[in-house]
C-alpha cells in the first residue's frame, strides 16, 4: 500500500479518541442537566441522577458494587487518594511496590517515604513482570500497603495481581491492596472479587470517555481517609462538587468500550502481531520490549537500533502516524525511561524505543501502512546516523 492515510493515531495508552455518543451525553449535562447534586432542587435531582447511573455503570464492569464507586479528577487523584488515603487510615509503615511503576504512583510513595515510611520495590524480571515468590519473601507483617500496577503502561507486561492478591489476603489479611488499573480498565476483564483488592484506579480518558475524570474503587470493609477537604460529597472520602459532565460520559464510555469487549480484545490482539511481525519482518536490529505472554492487547513496545526515538516519531508523525516515544505523563523528563532500564534493555536500544498503542478504532489498513513508513522512515534515519 503506497497511499497516505490522514491520520493513524497510535498513541491510545496516552488518551483517546472520545466515543461521540459520550461526548453529545457530556455536552447535554454541561447545558441541560447543569444542577449542583447537592442541590435540592429539581435541576440538582437531575444532576444526581447522572452519577449515580455512572457509578452503576461502571461497577456492573468490574462486579462491584455502585456504592463502591468514587468520582476522582482522573487515575492520578485515584492512585495518591488510595495510596496516601489508605496509609493514613491504617497502621503500619511498609509499603511494597515495584519499581516499573506509574509517576502517580512514584511520586506518592516519595511524598510518603519523607514522613518516615519505608517502601520497598519489588525488582521485575526481564520481561517486565513480577516475580510473586520474591514478592512473598519480601511481604512482611507491618505492610500497611502494597500497590501495583495491573499493566505497565510503557510495555504492556500484565502483572499477576490475581496471584498477589491471594498472597496477600492469606500472608497478611491486614495489608491493604491497591491496583493501578489504569491500562488495564476495558483492555482486560477486571473482577474486585477474584483479585482481592481494597482499591483500584480507573480513568476516564483511556477507554474514549472524556479527559479531567477517574475512579476509584473502595472495597466497603477498606479504611479510608480523605486528602482533600471541603462540603462532605462523596461520604466525605472525595470532597468537592462533582464533573457531572465528565462522570455522565465516563459512564456511558464504560458501558460502550465494554459491549463485545472479547472481540475487541481479539482484534487489538491480531493487529498488535500484525504490526509486530511486519517490524521482524522488514527491519534488522530491533529488540520488542512488550513481552510474549503475559502482556496487554494494546500496547507494543519496540527498540530500534542506531535511530533516536524523538526523531523517529516526528518521522512518523510527518507521514500522519501518531506514537509516543515512552509514557506520556513522564515524556517531558530527562534520561531513558526508568521502566526499560528496569528490564536491563542497553541504553542504546532505550534511546531508540517507540510504543505504539492501539484501541478498538485502529484497522489493518492503518497497521499496514505503519510498517511501511516505519521501514522507510528507520532506514533513512540510520543512514543519516551513520554520516
Known sequence: MNSALETVYLDNSATTRVYSESAALALDAMCSSYGNPSSLHRKGIEAEKLIKKAKEQIAVTIKASPAEIYFTSGGTEADNLAIIGGCNANRGNHILSSNVEHPAVMSALQQLEKKGYIVEYIPVQKNGIIDTARFSKMLRK????????????????????????????????????????????????????????????????????????????????????????????????????????GIAGFGLAAEMCHNNMNQKIEKMEYLKQRLKNGILNNIGDVLINTPDANAAPHILNVSFAYVKSEVLLHSLENDGIYVSSGSACSSHKKGPSYVLSALGVDRKMIDGSIRFSLSEFTTEKEIDYTVERLVENVKNIRKLMKR
Do not use: W
Open 142 to 245: 507491618d505492610t500497611v500497603l502494597v500497590t501495583c500496577m495491573f499493566v505497565n503502561n510503557e510495555t504492556g507486561a500484565v502483572q499477576p495481581v490475581e496471584s498477589m492478591g491471594k498472597i496477600i489476603k492469606k500472608t497478611n489479611p491486614g495489608t491493604l491492596f491497591h491496583i493501578d488499573a489504569v491500562q488495564a480498565y476495558g483492555k482486560l476483564p477486571i473482577d474486585v472479587g477474584s483479585l482481592n483488592a481494597d482499591f483500584i484506579s480507573l480513568s476516564s480518558h483511556k477507554i474514549h470517555g472524556p479527559k479531567g475524570v477517574g475512579a476509584l474503587y473502595v472495597r466497603s470493609k477498606s479504611k479510608l481517609l480523605p486528602v482533600q477537604f471541603g462540603g462532605g460529597q462523596q461520604n466525605g472520602i472525595r470532597p468537592g462538587t462533582e464533573n457531572v459532565p
